[in-house]
């Protein structure tokens, strides 16, 4: 089963910057959409971007749009989330994900049929 691989997570100060990458499991895959969700404790998982693998198009949570770009490199086959201006309340276990239908309700998990294990980010105030 084809999964994605998360990385670059890690404690950060409030106003800091995190880089995100994310690749599939298997080098060959080809999604239609790839997203970024978060976790924190006791919450439910929310949208926080995506992009279309075709045509490059962007999406974002309002809490993010600003602060947050979500990028591609085609050739390495990534998926980047560069987080800047970092809050406390963006702490969260951040999940990759694929999808590979050509629907468009890109902030629901159940675009989604391919996920990372996640990678924690820690924003202290």
């Known amino acids: 089963q084809v999964h994605m691989v998360e990385s670059g997570g890690g404690l950060v100060q409030a106003g800091g910057s995190l880089r995100l990458s994310c690749v599939p499991s298997?080098?060959?895959?080809?999604?239609?959409?790839t997203g970024w969700f978060r976790q924190a404790p006791g919450k439910e998982r929310e949208f926080v971007a995506a992009?279309?693998?075709?045509?490059?198009?962007?999406y974002y949570a309002d809490s993010v749009k600003g602060r947050f770009t979500i990028s591609r490199d085609n050739a390495k086959n990534t998926v980047y989330l560069q987080m800047n201006s970092l809050r406390p309340e963006d702490t969260a276990v951040y999940y990759c994900?694929?999808?590979?239908?050509?629907?468009?309700?890109?902030?629901?998990?159940?675009?989604?049929?391919?996920w990372g294990q996640g990678t924690q980010v820690t924003v202290s105030s």
């Open positions: 992009i279309r693998w075709s045509g490059g198009i962007t």
């Open positions: 298997e080098p060959s895959f080809s999604g239609h959409v």
């Open positions: 994900a694929a999808g590979i239908n050509s629907g468009s309700n890109y902030y629901s998990p159940r675009q989604y049929a391919y």
